[in-house]
C-alpha cells in the first residue's frame, strides 16, 4: 500500500492549511487513517486519526483547529488546518492501517503503511 501525501507549505500565524493524503495499491480494507507530525528534534507524534465519518480523535494541542476527514470510496484522507501556530511547524506524515487481501477476497494479513512527509512551516 502506498500514500502519497501533498498540501504541506509556508503559511503565517493564523492563517490555514490543507494536506492530502491518498491510498493505492492491493488492498482488501483500510481500518483507520492518520496524520502524525515530526518536528525537528522530537518525535513523531499523532495528530489526528480517524476511522469511521463520525470517529475521529485528536491530539489536545490540535483540537478546535484541525479536522480530520476521510474518503472511504476514494481511499482518501485529509487534515484541514486552521489558526496555525509556529509550534505548528513540522513535517506531516500520513498513516493507514488495515487488510491485504486475502484468499477469496477475504481479510489477509494486517499492514500498516507510512506516506512519504510533507512540511508545514509556520512563521511571519
Known amino acids: 500500500v502506498q500514500l502519497q501525501a501533498s498540501g504541506g507549505g509556508l503559511v503565517e500565524p493564523g492563517g490555514s492549511l490543507r494536506l492530502s493524503c491518498a491510498a493505492s495499491g492491493s488492498f482488501h480494507s483500510i481500518s483507520a487513517m492518520a496524520w502524525f507530525r515530526q518536528a525537528p528534534g522530537q518525535e513523531r507524534v499523532l495528530v489526528a486519526r480517524?476511522?469511521?465519518?463520525?470517529?475521529?480523535d485528536y491530539a489536545a494541542s490540535v483540537k478546535d483547529r484541525f479536522t480530520i476527514s476521510r474518503d472511504r470510496s476514494k481511499n482518501t484522507v485529509s487534515l484541514q488546518m486552521n489558526n496555525l501556530k509556529p509550534e505548528d511547524t513540522a513535517v506531516y506524515f500520513c498513516y493507514a492501517d488495515g487488510f491485504e487481501v486475502g484468499k477469496g477476497w477475504s481479510p489477509g494479513r494486517r499492514f500498516e503503511s507510512w506516506g512519504q512527509g510533507t512540511q508545514v512551516t509556520v512563521s511571519s
Open positions: 480517524i476511522t469511521t465519518a463520525i470517529d475521529a
